[in-house]
C-alpha cells in the first residue's frame, strides 16, 4: 500500500509538471502574449523616436565677426535624447513631442576664440533682449528702477563708473545682492578715443579695482562712455581680458522724452539678441514697467549682457 501511495504521488507531480511546461509553451498562453505584446510596441516606439530624432536634429552655429555688427556670439545646437525620450514616453507607448528631451551640442568657435573686436548684440537668432544700464551720475532714479526689475523678475546689466562706485558704495552693493550684472563705465567719463593708450589701462583697471573692492567681483564686460571708441580702446579692454558692449537699441532718455515716445522708439527697433541702452533718469523710472511688459508681449525673453551672449539655446 505504501509503494502504491508513493507512485501515485510521483504520477501526479510528474502531470503537473508537465501541464506546466504545455501551458508556457502554448502560443495562446496569456503571459507570453502579454510579454511579446509589450516588446513590440516598446521597439516600435523606440524606433520611431529614432526615426523622428532627425526632424528635430540642430547643427550648432559658430560665433563670428560680423561685417556691421561686429563679433557676433555662437549659438548651441540640439540633438535629441532617445533614451530620457523613451522613457519619458514608455508608460503611454505613444510618440508625443512634448515629451522629447533634448541636449545642446556647442559650437567649435566660442567668442574667447575670436580677436578683438566690439560687441552689439547677441546671435541674431537668440529671442532673447539685454538691457544695459549706463551709470555715471544720479542715484535719484536707481531704486524704483531696482523696484521695477524685482517686480517683473528682470536681471539687468548695469556699466558703472568707477568714480561714482567709489561715491555710492551702498548703491552698487544693492544692484548686486538683487542679482544684477556690474560692468565697468571707466573711471570718469573720458572720450576713450581721445586719451593715451596708459590712460586707457587707468581708466579700466582702476574701475575694477573699486567695483572689485566693492563687491568682491571683477567685471568682465567694458562699456566705454558715450560709445565712444577706436580699435586701441578694443584691444585694451581684450588685452585686459574684458570685451567691449555697444547697443543696438537707445532709448535716448538723457533727452528726456516723453514715456510713449522712448517706449515707441525702443519697441520700433527690438530684435532678436538686441541690446538695449538706457540711464537711471527720470522717463526710465517712469516706463520701465510698461517697456518690460513691451518686450515679453513680442516674447522674448530678458536676461543680462552675459546670458544674452551666451551659446546656451
Keep these: 500500500m505504501k509503494i502504491n501511495n508513493v507512485m501515485t504521488y510521483v504520477l501526479f507531480v510528474l502531470v503537473v509538471i508537465i501541464t506546466c511546461i504545455t501551458a508556457m509553451k502554448n502560443p495562446f498562453f496569456y503571459t507570453n502574449i502579454s510579454s ?8 516600435e516606439l523606440l524606433m520611431e523616436i529614432k526615426e523622428k ?31 530620457k525620450s523613451y522613457q519619458n514616453m514608455k508608460k503611454s507607448q505613444k510618440f508625443t513631442e512634448s515629451l522629447l528631451v533634448f541636449d545642446e551640442i556647442s559650437p567649435s568657435v566660442s567668442l574667447k576664440d575670436l580677436p578683438a573686436s566690439p560687441i552689439y548684440r547677441g546671435h541674431p537668432e537668440k529671442e532673447m533682449v539685454a538691457l544695459l544700464i549706463n ?30 562706485a567709489k561715491e555710492n558704495k551702498n548703491i552698487v552693493k544693492m544692484i548686486h545682492e538683487q542679482n544684477h550684472l556690474i560692468g565697468n563705465h571707466a573711471y570718469n567719463h573720458p572720450d576713450m578715443a581721445r586719451i593715451s593708450v ?20 571683477r567685471p568682465k564686460w567694458f562699456a566705454p562712455p558715450s560709445g565712444s571708441f577706436n580699435d586701441q580702446v578694443v584691444k585694451t579692454a581684450h588685452e585686459l581680458e574684458m570685451e567691449t558692449i555697444l547697443w543696438t537699441v537707445d532709448t535716448i532718455d538723457w533727452k528726456n522724452p516723453s514715456v510713449s515716445v522712448m517706449i515707441n522708439r525702443v519697441m520700433k527697433n527690438i530684435h532678436p539678441g538686441a541690446t538695449v541702452l538706457m540711464h537711471p ?33
Design 135 to 164: 551709470v555715471s551720475w544720479g542715484t535719484e532714479y536707481i531704486p524704483r528702477i531696482l523696484e521695477v526689475l524685482k517686480e517683473q523678475n528682470v536681471k539687468a546689466t548695469f556699466f558703472i563708473e568707477g568714480k561714482w
Design 281 to 313: 533718469t527720470e522717463p526710465v523710472a517712469q516706463g520701465l514697467d510698461l517697456l518690460i511688459d513691451e518686450i515679453k508681449q513680442k516674447e522674448y525673453s530678458l536676461g543680462t549682457i552675459e546670458e544674452l551672449l551666451s551659446e546656451k539655446r
Design 198 to 217: 596708459t590712460e586707457m589701462n587707468e581708466q579700466i583697471e582702476n574701475t575694477n579695482e573699486i567695483i572689485e573692492a566693492i563687491i568682491d567681483y
Design 36 to 43: 511579446t505584446d509589450v516588446s513590440a510596441k516598446n521597439n
Design 53 to 83: 530624432a532627425k526632424e528635430y536634429h540642430v547643427q550648432p552655429m559658430d560665433a563670428y565677426i560680423d561685417r556691421v555688427y561686429k563679433k557676433t556670439p555662437g549659438r548651441n545646437g540640439r540633438k535629441v535624447n532617445i533614451e
